[in-house]
């Protein structure tokens, strides 16, 4: 190799591109500039605390739940002693189911009106915005009162399954409402044309063109409610009570799990029994999560 | 025959509509003429700014949970307000897509978990290292502002997250090509712009804390007397309620209806502030 090239291929290792930042680069310029630096770190730390709070939850109750989880717990009749969670979660299910049932057809009505009936405009549609809005913000315990109220007291039903339905389905009404308006809302208005344009009718139009294609939207409001019913105490202490037993009928006492748990934990007898509850628990939340965030991707990857 | 189901199926979906406005007039209702009369029969003023609860002695002041909910729910906000809003610039500025991929459902799981687990983890973890470190029984107003701040993040963030994505790009570009930082532009020139964002995510924060029951009762000791420090133990508005609902009788059992009425004027004024908010941030 000659003099020069040798030299030619020194100066090209001595020039560094200027788009590219090294971590050293960037340490240096953060070296400069302190308040920079120290925002990168609170933002970090931050998040570092959030997900670390969520992994320490998770981990010590299922470290410690786990090995609590026993036959027992799941036999079908509670007694004292076996502090059975099967009715409870039993129950859990059949609450879900039926507030649910009660609640989606009003939801997904009421939003069907303030899309696709309601005009611009209409005094109604802002009152019943005001209103659903007022709904999402009143704390549980207020509809554990209202319905223990209404349901316990003025109705004369006593602690009753139904009454803790009808409490818990007014509480997630607004979040299928809303979920619901925003699927109908995101369907182009050209399936309507196209619908009409066939000569179908409204209601047509609205089964079996608008409707379908905003089921997706519409499950995973659904899913948001079912994530609600299933975590809910406050409301359903004085509304459904706290009998650990299946309800023979609709007006009987009987209580979901997260009410199970509260009943554990007053007590204070039963702590290993309480962290198996809080671990069905937890396992219940994931999956619902999982379902909602499998549907959230189905949504957007449209 | 369609002309008559178009007919029946529009007044089905009005009536459907008009479901939420029901529903809200009778939670009104009920409270208010269930609560109200006790508190007349007490005295506004009693009720509202007496010191002593002793329902055996017929004594109904609730200014001890009045301030017990405050305490609590200022604390939730001075811890998770700083910590939940940083995490929402770390997701929505700072954090590569896959590290977001994560930490997206871990918020939302956060948000997901029923607050009695939550209840639970403050009473078998924070509550004893707040009683190590600090002396006591462990169930304070310190604990309860620890839990309550952890409970309120993912409301926080995810409402926040939203508000700094909403602001356009060109502002941050604007900021960086005035030679500022990545950082400073985010805080400086991108902050600002979703403040009225932010403002909604800490009015729901607060609406959260207040209203927030089953985690509360299970740690922060429920002494219905006026706290003298952080470590003091509070019953708060909330916790009130379900402590005392099921074997209250007569007048006992309105002052605690008339505790939820409080409660629910509380949340009403926050409701209007955070529509007002959201009106602003609309303009």
């Known amino acids: 190799m000659s003099e020069q090239a040798v030299a030619a291929k020194a100066d090209m290792e001595a020039i560094r591109p200027i788009n590219v930042v090294t971590w050293k680069d960037k340490l240096a310029a953060y070296k400069k500039r302190p308040l920079s630096m120290f925002l990168l770190m609170a933002v970090t730390v931050s998040a570092v605390i959030t997900v670390g709070v969520l992994g320490a939850l998770v981990i010590y109750i299922l470290a410690n739940g786990i090995m609590n989880l026993s036959p027992e717990l799941f036999a079908w009749k509670y007694t004292t002693e076996n502090v059975s969670m099967l009715p409870a979660i039993i129950n859990t299910f059949l609450m879900t189911a039926l507030s649910l049932l009660i609640a989606v057809p009003i939801g997904i009505c009421s939003a069907i009106y303030l899309v696709e009936y309601a005009k611009r405009g209409n005094k109604l549609v802002s009152i019943v915005r005001i209103t659903t809005e007022t709904l999402s913000g009143i704390p549980s315990i207020v509809y554990g009162l209202f319905g223990y109220l209404m349901f316990v007291i003025a109705f004369g039903w006593g602690l009753s399954f139904f009454g803790g339905a009808l409490t818990l389905s007014i509480m997630v009404l607004p979040t299928i409402m809303r979920t619901t308006e925003e699927a109908l809302l995101s369907v182009p208005d050209s399936y309507r044309e196209g619908s009409f344009g066939l000569g179908a009718g409204r209601l047509r139009t609205i089964f079996k063109v608008v409707l379908p294609s905003a089921v997706p939207g519409i499950l995973s409001g659904v899913i948001l409610a079912i994530g609600r019913i299933v975590g809910e105490t406050a409301a359903l202490i004085f509304t459904s009570g706290t009998t650990a037993e299946i309800p023979k009928s609709l007006f009987d006492s009987g209580c979901t799990l997260a009410v199970h748990m509260y009943k554990l934990l007053s007590e204070g007898l039963y702590t290993k029994q309480a962290y198996a509850t809080a671990v069905v628990l937890l396992v219940m939340v994931v999956i619902i999560n999982a379902a909602s965030g499998k549907l959230a991707k189905k949504l957007q990857a449209k | ?283």
């Open chain 2, 1 to 283: 025959m369609t002309k008559v189901k178009e007919r029946t199926m529009h007044i089905v979906f009005l009536v459907a509509a008009c479901m939420s406005i029901l529903a809200v007039a009778m939670i009104c209702l009920f409270m208010f003429a269930n609560g109200v009369p006790a508190i007349r029969q007490i005295g506004f003023v009693n009720f509202i700014f007496g010191k002593t609860w002793m329902p055996g002695a017929n004594k109904f002041g609730i200014f001890p949970m009045i301030i017990g909910s405050i305490y609590v729910t200022a604390g939730a906000i001075i811890i998770g307000v700083p910590i939940g809003l940083l995490c929402a610039v770390f997701m929505a500025k700072f954090c590569p897509p896959k590290l977001h991929k994560i930490m997206k459902p871990a918020v939302d799981l956060l948000a997901g978990i029923p607050s009695i687990v939550y209840g639970f983890f403050g009473l078998v973890v924070i509550t004893p290292m707040i009683r190590n470190t600090f002396g006591g029984s462990g169930k304070n107003i310190l604990t309860a502002c620890i839990l309550l701040g952890i409970m309120i993040l993912p409301t926080i963030i995810s409402v926040s997250e939203s508000a700094i994505r909403a602001v356009p790009e060109s502002y941050y570009e604007g900021a960086l090509a005035l030679g500022d930082t990545h950082e400073r532009s985010v805080f400086k020139a991108v902050l600002p712009a979703a403040k009225s964002g932010i403002l909604a995510a800490i009015i729901l924060g607060i609406g959260r804390a207040i209203g927030e029951t089953m985690a509360v009762i299970m740690i922060a000791g429920n002494h219905a007397v006026m706290p003298d420090s952080l470590l003091a133990g509070v019953r708060t508005l909330t916790s009130n309620i379900v402590l005392e609902l099921g074997y209250a009788t007569d007048l006992h059992r309105e002052a605690l209806i008339a505790t939820g009425v409080v409660l629910f004027v509380f949340i009403l004024i926050i409701n209007l502030l955070f529509s007002v908010v959201k009106k602003k941030g609309a303009k």
